[in-house]
């Protein structure tokens, strides 16, 4: 069986990104974007009226049969990697709208809420050695907090790099999330 966005999506929903990951790996640098057949499109026809990230998706596509097909059409002849980078970014920078990757917003938020309960913790040893990924929220704190308790042994600038912030702002979350465990202090109630 040929792989299509529909069953790396399905494979994530499962919990399963690898598969996805890898394709969207595949179309890389900065402009994976000028290979995506909507290039020089009218995006409009990506942003259906009607289709809502909260409503359930049969439902969505039912109602919304017609004003859909043309936008994915264009998604489904889109090379498998660049439609696989579309979703993983659509994903990563938490759009809510819009038909990305060939999912609708209304598909697409189901995996994004899985997306955010993720942790990996291969991926979370990666970033902090300098590896740059897309990290789920769960990840992304993971990694603040194994910093903020080990900052002295770990290389501040790899790390930094792999959250994609500044060294100076990676010091200011470390330090947010040292003050957030901490226990708060007992009350005398003298």
């Not at 974007?33 to 359930?56: L, S, T, V, W, Y």
């Not at 194994?146 to 930094?160: N, W």
Request: proline share 5%; net charge positive; hydrophobic share 45%.
């Amino acid at each position: 069986m040929s792989a299509n966005i529909k069953t790396l999506s399905g494979a994530a929903f499962q919990g399963d990104w690898n598969p996805l990951f890898r394709e969207a790996e595949k179309a890389r640098g900065k402009h994976w974007a000028e290979e995506a057949n909507c290039i020089n499109r009218d995006i409009g026809i990506f942003f259906p009226k009607g289709d809502h990230p909260r409503e359930d998706p049969h439902e969505v596509a039912e109602r919304l049969a017609l004003s859909i097909v043309r936008p994915m059409k264009l998604c489904a002849s889109c090379p498998l990697p660049v439609a696989a980078r579309c979703l993983v970014d659509s994903i990563e920078h938490d759009d809510e709208w819009g038909i990305r990757g060939g999912l609708l917003a209304s598909e697409r938020s189901q995996l994004r809420a899985t997306w955010q309960q993720r942790v990996d913790d291969k991926v979370v040893e990666r970033a902090l050695r300098g590896a740059t990924a897309p990290l789920s929220t769960g990840e992304r704190e993971a990694v603040i907090a194994r910093f903020a308790a080990d900052s002295s042994v770990l290389d501040a600038a790899a790390v930094a790099r792999a959250l994609g912030v500044t060294r100076d702002y990676l010091f200011k979350l470390a330090w947010r999330a040292r003050k957030k465990s901490r226990p708060a202090p007992a009350v005398d109630a003298a």
